[in-house]
């Protein structure tokens, strides 16, 4: 039987590639791929560690003559995202991954291939075996689960790392280099609430048909959040009908914009042909705002049930005021990176409870004071209308630092290399780098890596191409860092 990796270059690379997709590697279940890094250490006669969480780092002594080089780190994540089609009968917790070859791209069978971060860890490892690599001395720094919430880079102690030159190899667009990152932070606001008894027409509302996204990658389209068109629409209603509110909910995950919301309804007699008149111009406004970005946008108002008692008027009002008042989207561009996403806000999610309603505001930037401040203007927000914020967590940015040295130098190499122009990027969404740069003071990083499309679906692939010139790359700089 052919192996989809037969005749691939480079062979060490690709050897080291083939090796992880046999070991079961999800986040939180990296322990076999732990074991097998500690042991090709010791097999290959390295020094390496692993801390409590799972990190390994392995170091990888200079070539000759360059022993005086300063320290420089290589970093991936060995965890890999799970996702499969639903028809496949793939464990991932035990099978190897199917891979497969389709023309100039190596992708699997109804699987995450586990190309991000697989290649870039490949990458680091092939060079123990290199004897062509020119550089200084080397920490190859592996981290667990970086896929569900970064928490391997968050338990990394400052004594685990001598390097202050990092190289990321978790990015996957070729030509790119990646140079900051969003930090993030989310609030949640409580908001107390009281009800009373009011009879009349029971009806739901429902909001759907939005195209949603990832909160920071999408967050520049502008599409609509679902929780924000059903705040509209109720403060239409509001205004013509005298509106008894019961319930809304909104939104599921913290890094998605929200795609479908629903508020059970009261209406007096007589208020359901003006809400409908309100329904039917409230659409035109709605194709107006959103007939680009969301052009299946459905708001319809059906029937209602259920018994629960209304909000009490003040309660009702404080609680739509704050949906309607509560930002979301994009609040800064960058002024270091043109085109970059630079701070952004989304309405994730909006429940209630018997008592109280709880919303969550996921907020992201490369710059920490300005994420700082939206926070604090959430929670500004909270007091006036009579709620308690609370910071649920976050994580730090990486904010651009168009002066670094490895920069500059692996924008030389890159043009001496491919006889191209980098393209210099940053990314609105959370990467290790910026854990890693808030611990180490002084850390000088950049990120690259191989073409890797649809990475966290079953559709993910890697260019066979972009690898060996990712890898030339990797080794061009190293020596230039070396020397
Ligand atoms: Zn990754």
């Not at 062509?132 to 896929?147: K, N, Q, S």
């Not at 996957?172 to 027409?201: F, N, Q």
Request: charged fraction near 25%.
């Amino acid at each position: 039987m052919t192996s989809p990796f037969d005749g691939l270059e480079p062979k060490l690379l690709f050897s080291y590639f083939e090796k992880l997709t046999q070991i079961p590697r999800c986040s939180k279940n990296e322990a076999g791929v732990i074991e097998y890094l500690l042991g090709l250490a010791k097999e290959k006669g390295l020094e390496a560690d692993r801390d409590q969480a799972g990190n390994v780092v392995i170091r990888l002594p200079a070539s000759p003559g360059k022993e005086s080089a300063p320290t420089v780190i290589l970093q991936g994540h060995m965890d890999m995202v799970g996702e499969k089609d639903s028809d496949s009968p793939h464990d991932f917790a035990k099978d190897p991954i199917p891979v497969k070859r389709e023309g100039e791209h190596l992708t699997a069978e109804g699987t995450t291939l586990g190309a991000d971060n697989g290649v870039g860890l490949a990458a680091a490892l092939a060079l123990i075996d290199d004897s062509d690599a020119v550089h200084g001395p080397l920490e190859l720094l592996f981290t667990v689960d970086e896929e569900t919430g970064l928490t391997g880079a968050q338990a990394i102690s400052a004594d685990f790392l001598q390097g202050r030159t990092l190289l990321n190899l978790d990015s996957e667009e070729e030509g790119a280099i990646y140079v900051g990152c969003a930090g993030g932070a989310d609030t949640h606001i409580t908001l107390p609430l009281k009800r009373s008894g009011r009879d009349g027409e029971r009806l739901g509302v429902k909001v759907s048909g939005l195209k949603g996204g990832h909160s920071g990658l999408d967050i520049n389209t502008g599409r609509a959040n679902a929780v924000k068109v059903l705040a509209l629409f109720l403060d239409r209603l509001r205004a013509r009908t005298g509106l008894g509110l019961v319930n809304i909910a909104g939104g599921d995950k913290h890094n998605a914009i929200p795609r479908e919301a629903t508020a059970e309804i009261v209406l007096d007699s007589g208020g359901r042909a003006a809400a409908d008149e309100v329904l039917a111009r409230f659409r035109q406004d709605l194709q107006a705002c959103y007939g680009k970005s969301d052009p299946d946008i459905v708001v319809e108002l059906g029937a209602g049930g259920g018994d629960t008692p209304v909000l009490d008027q003040p309660s009702r009002d404080r609680l739509l005021d704050l949906l309607l008042a509560a930002p979301h989207g994009v609040l800064a561009m960058s002024q270091q990176v043109a085109g970059l996403v630079e701070t952004s806000t989304n309405l994730a999610v909006v429940r209630t409870e018997a008592d109280a309603a709880t919303i969550m505001e996921s907020s992201r930037s490369s710059v920490a004071p300005a994420l700082a401040e939206v926070q604090g203007g959430l929670f500004a927000l909270a007091r006036l209308a009579g709620g308690r914020p609370e910071d649920a967590g976050g994580y730090p940015g990486w904010q651009p630092n168009m002066d670094s040295a490895v920069l500059a130098r692996a924008r030389e190499v890159h043009r001496k290399v491919t006889g191209r122009e980098a393209e210099i990027k940053a990314i609105h969404a959370g990467l290790e780098c910026g854990i890693i740069g808030e611990k180490f003071g002084g850390m000088d990083m950049i990120s690259f890596g191989p073409q890797i499309e649809w990475p966290h679906s079953p559709s993910e692939r890697v260019h066979i191409g972009s690898v060996g010139r990712f890898y030339e790359f990797l080794k061009a700089l190293l020596a230039e860092l070396s020397g």
